[in-house]
């Protein structure tokens, strides 16, 4: 996982820097603190603004997410970068924040000052999807407008929260994957280093692995897979992760089977890995033989690989180059084997680094025809991919309401929900892996009030 977020900066790097002369939208005016400004009805500044901060050449802007509830929608703001550049750097003086239920139409509520960090817009349907813009104002410069924001104004479900069965000491880790009996599971702490234990026998065994991904064997409990790593000179002097090689690990005795050996990892290294539904393979995510002329292409572009795990044979399931995809996450479709669901977008064409737009949608991907189909495209990011047993509901990594948060996807209505509040608890390590333990039921481990816990999901 190092290197795949070291790849995703390295390729969204890109430093911009916008000045203008004057704000044509918004005259010049009183400040916006004077109190004969504040409008009884919508709750914040009304009327012109005027310089905090003047002589300016950038504008800072601010950005915000969208907390629901039942009739209501919470937006929190605040700075969300630093422009560190040989020019005067100014923070946007008012912020009016726009509403619409169609994504057209949109109608300004408020005007508030930007430090204030949270307005409540209530008298809302309870239920209904609301999408909300904000636009960062300034008296000399010319206005930001935010991202649009993607919100339910409904209450979000909590969790049941279960508490951790290891020791205080124990339970400080970041991710764990639980196996199909439902009991024992393999978790890693923050240096990659796994061990195992159970919720009926709390006892831990550690693990000698030195690992990001791991994954229990569907058709053995008694067997648990890795990717291992391994530092590498990957400049001059500068050192950096890549992938070692792929392993399974009987628990009961501890031996190892190397199932695939990276000789050199310099030329590719496995990213995601899933075991197939069956147990029969293993699918795994890979820039190797990618087609890349140029060497950025050769380290960008992933594919779809699979390893036969009776015969050790590996062979690529897509080729994504020559149309331009690059995943980002998968997940094998319940109801058609052998064919994927994975977010993932195209790039553009750059001097220097290819940029992926800024949206990661979701795509589907026909093995047999090689064809890929959106499923799902949107101004957000869907990031990382599960599919529940079933194969009617995707859940999804989106940023659609300005945070990250897990959304549910019906595939024959598609209809979304927002299942997760990051205000109330957040993920030990994103929402990176999710253990399925029912048709309509998932466990993840986040911190809730300053302890980490165990959280079952139901939808």
Same mark, same amino acid.
């Given at each position: 996982?190092?290197?795949?977020?070291?790849?995703?900066?390295?390729?969204?790097?890109?430093?911009?820097?916008?000045?203008?002369?004057?704000?044509?939208?918004?005259?010049?005016?009183?400040?916006?603190?004077?109190?004969?400004?504040?409008?009884?009805?919508?709750?914040?500044?009304?009327?012109?603004?005027?310089?905090?901060?003047?002589?300016?050449?950038?504008?800072?802007?601010?950005?915000?997410?969208?907390?629901?509830?039942?009739?209501?929608?919470?937006?929190?703001?605040? &700075?969300?970068?630093?422009?560190?550049?040989?020019?005067?750097?100014?923070?946007?003086?008012?912020?009016?924040?726009?509403?619409?239920?169609?994504?057209?139409?949109?109608?300004?509520?408020?005007?508030?000052?930007?430090?204030? %960090?949270?307005?409540?817009?209530?008298?809302?349907?309870?239920?209904?999807?609301?999408?909300?813009?904000?636009?960062?104002?300034?008296?000399?410069?010319?206005?930001?407008?935010?991202?649009?924001?993607?919100?339910?104004?409904?209450?979000?479900?909590?969790?049941?929260?279960?508490?951790?069965?290891?020791?205080? /000491?124990?339970?400080?880790?970041?991710?764990?994957?639980?196996?199909?009996?439902?009991?024992?599971?393999?978790?890693?702490?923050? +240096?990659?280093?796994?061990?195992?234990? +159970?919720? /009926?026998?709390?006892?831990?065994?550690?693990?000698?692995?030195?690992?990001?991904?791991?994954?229990?064997?569907?058709?053995?409990?008694? %067997?648990?897979?890795?990717?291992? &790593?391994?530092?590498?000179?990957?400049?001059?002097?500068?050192?950096?992760?890549?992938?070692? /090689?792929?392993?399974?690990?009987?628990?009961?005795?501890?031996?190892?089977?190397?199932?695939?050996?990276?000789?050199?990892?310099?030329?590719?290294?496995?990213?995601?890995?899933?075991?197939?539904?069956?147990?029969?393979?293993?699918?795994?995510?890979?820039?190797?033989?990618?087609?890349?002329?140029?060497?950025?292409?050769?380290?960008?572009?992933?594919?779809?690989?699979?390893?036969?795990?009776?015969?050790?044979?590996?062979?690529?399931?897509?080729?994504?180059?020559?149309?331009?995809?690059?995943?980002?996450?998968?997940?094998?479709?319940?109801?058609?084997?052998?064919?994927?669901?994975?977010?993932?977008?195209?790039?553009?064409?750059?001097?220097?680094?290819?940029?992926?737009?800024?949206?990661?949608?979701?795509?589907?991907?026909?093995?047999?025809?090689?064809?890929?189909?959106?499923?799902?495209?949107?101004?957000?990011?869907?990031?990382?991919?599960?599919?529940?047993?079933?194969?009617?509901?995707?859940?999804?990594?989106?940023?659609?309401?300005?945070?990250?948060?897990?959304?549910?996807?019906?595939?024959?209505?598609?209809?979304?929900? &927002?299942?997760?509040?990051?205000?109330?608890?957040?993920?030990?390590?994103?929402? &990176?892996?999710?253990?399925?333990?029912?048709?309509?039921?998932?466990?993840?481990?986040?911190?809730?009030?300053?302890?980490?816990?165990?959280?079952?999901?139901?939808?």
């Amino acid at each position: 996982m190092k290197h795949r977020v070291m790849k995703y900066l390295a390729i969204l790097l890109v430093f911009v820097l916008v000045s203008c002369e004057k704000n044509d939208l918004v005259p010049k005016g009183p400040n916006i603190n004077d109190p004969r400004l504040i409008d009884p009805f919508m709750g914040g500044f009304s009327g012109d603004i005027s310089c905090n901060e003047s002589g300016c050449k950038i504008l800072n802007d601010f950005s915000f997410k969208a907390i629901p509830s039942a009739g209501s929608i919470r937006v929190s703001f605040g &700075q969300s970068s630093i422009l560190d550049a040989n020019v005067k750097v100014c923070l946007p003086d008012a912020l009016d924040f726009y509403i619409s239920e169609s994504r057209e139409n949109f109608e300004k509520i408020v005007r508030v000052d930007p430090y204030d %960090e949270t307005y409540t817009i209530d008298n809302l349907e309870n239920g209904k999807e609301y999408f909300i813009k904000m636009v960062n104002l300034h008296c000399e410069l010319d206005s930001i407008e935010s991202p649009i924001r993607s919100v339910i104004a409904a209450d979000i479900d909590v969790p049941s929260f279960i508490a951790s069965p290891l020791p205080a /000491s124990q339970s400080n880790f970041e991710d764990f994957r639980l196996a199909s009996d439902g009991d024992q599971f393999a978790f890693r702490d923050y +240096s990659n280093d796994w061990a195992l234990s +159970s919720f /009926s026998d709390p006892s831990i065994r550690p693990l000698a692995r030195d690992a990001f991904y791991a994954e229990w064997n569907p058709n053995n409990d008694q %067997e648990i897979s890795f990717v291992t &790593q391994q530092l590498v000179d990957v400049y001059k002097s500068v050192q950096g992760w890549r992938t070692k /090689s792929l392993i399974t690990t009987d628990i009961t005795t501890f031996s190892d089977n190397e199932l695939h050996v990276v000789e050199d990892p310099e030329a590719y290294w496995i990213h995601e890995y899933h075991y197939s539904l069956d147990g029969t393979s293993i699918y795994f995510m890979s820039n190797k033989d990618n087609g890349g002329v140029t060497v950025t292409e050769k380290q960008v572009y992933d594919n779809i690989w699979k390893l036969d795990l009776a015969t050790q044979e590996i062979v690529a399931i897509s080729d994504l180059l020559p149309v331009d995809y690059d995943i980002f996450d998968f997940v094998e479709d319940p109801l058609r084997h052998g064919n994927f669901y994975f977010t993932g977008g195209a790039y553009n064409d750059s001097a220097t680094l290819p940029n992926i737009k800024q949206g990661l949608d979701v795509h589907y991907y026909d093995a047999a025809t090689e064809m890929i189909t959106p499923i799902l495209t949107s101004e957000a990011s869907e990031t990382n991919i599960s599919i529940d047993p079933t194969g009617k509901e995707l859940v999804l990594t989106s940023n659609r309401s300005g945070s990250k948060e897990l959304w549910t996807y019906e595939l024959s209505t598609q209809n979304m929900r &927002q299942i997760t509040d990051q205000s109330l608890y957040k993920p030990s390590y994103r929402w &990176q892996h999710i253990n399925w333990i029912s048709d309509n039921e998932f466990m993840v481990y986040v911190e809730h009030e300053g302890v980490n816990k165990f959280a079952v999901f139901q939808f």
